[in-house]
């Protein structure tokens, strides 16, 4: 374990933390940690997860200005996602899913390229919901560490096995803090929960 990785996995860990808290912190330092996995994934030779990585910076900066300055300039509340929202993030992952592990088991040697496929669409999902304040970003979450747990597991990755089974329980804390957040805040003092 390098100092790089060991740093990339503390400031992700305290990002994945802060974004539980409603703190818009979370996205500075999930831009740090971002960076940081860049190093280790491309020093790795991962350049797929470095490609992601720079994802997760570009959805981090603009998820840090949408909370702040997402609604007419203003705040951008915690609300519920529609039920139609759902049904297609549904949907569109699971079909994303399918197809990227298809390629990936057609044209590398990865393992489990369809759960691991699963990891990558459906955090990529929770993301998008992160950065529009939405309460559904937490069971999203929670499918992705339900699913790495094990995968990360079986593949003797046993540090970031245990970091992703702590981010489930983090996701269940945070799910019910949220909602708490939309039904006890009017829209004006969610903007002051940035501590």
Not at 37 to 63: I, K, N, R, T
Not at 92 to 116: K, Q
Request: net charge positive; charged share 10%; with cysteine.
């Amino acid at each position: 374990m390098t100092p790089f990785e060991i740093a990339a996995n503390i400031t992700i860990t305290v990002s994945i933390i802060l974004a539980g808290r409603n703190s818009f912190h979370t996205w500075w330092t999930g831009i740090v940690g971002c960076l940081l996995f860049m190093v280790v994934f491309y020093q790795a030779q991962l350049y797929a997860d470095v490609a992601l990585q720079l994802f997760f910076v570009v959805a981090s900066a603009v998820g840090w200005w949408q909370w702040l300055y997402g609604k007419n300039g203003e705040v951008l509340p915690v609300t519920k996602a529609s039920t139609q929202t759902l049904f297609w993030s549904t949907l569109i992952g699971f079909v994303a899913a399918i197809c990227y592990g298809g390629l990936l088991h057609r044209y590398t040697n990865a393992y489990a390229p369809y759960i691991d496929s699963v990891v990558l669409v459906f955090s990529i999902i929770a993301q998008v919901l992160l950065m529009q304040r939405r309460i559904e970003t937490w069971p999203f979450w929670l499918i992705v560490n339900s699913v790495a747990v094990p995968l990360y597991a079986s593949r003797g990755l046993y540090l970031t096995s245990v970091l992703y089974a702590v981010y489930w329980i983090n996701a269940v804390i945070s799910w019910r803090y949220w909602h708490r957040l939309k039904q006890e805040l009017p829209v004006a003092e969610l903007g002051n929960d940035f501590a």
